[in-house]
């Protein structure tokens, strides 16, 4: 079939209209098998944590309060020598 506006389409031979056909019947879905539902078990974490599950706090001498590095006074490493 030929487009009003674009001049530049043909017809092809052998693509006329449709000829209507019947739908097949739909089949149902065959069956899902069943999934075994794995067993859950609770681990035990490496370190203590608390009441809401979060590891406790514990104070390291080496780092600060934000967990930067603490520098001593004789400590070359800061200079990035």
């Not at 097949?24 to 075994?36: A, D, I, L, V």
């Not at 809401?52 to 990035?80: C, E, F, K, N, Y």
């Amino acid at each position: 079939m030929r487009d009003k506006k674009d001049n530049a389409t043909f017809d092809l031979p052998g693509f006329g209209p449709a000829e209507p056909m019947e739908p097949e019947p739909k089949r149902p879905p065959p069956p899902r098998p069943r999934r075994t539902a794995l067993k859950q078990e609770q681990m035990e974490l490496l370190e203590p944590t608390d009441a809401t599950g979060l590891p406790v706090w514990q104070r390291d001498a080496s780092l600060d309060l934000t967990g930067l590095p603490v520098w001593g006074a004789g400590d070359d490493r800061r200079h990035g020598d």
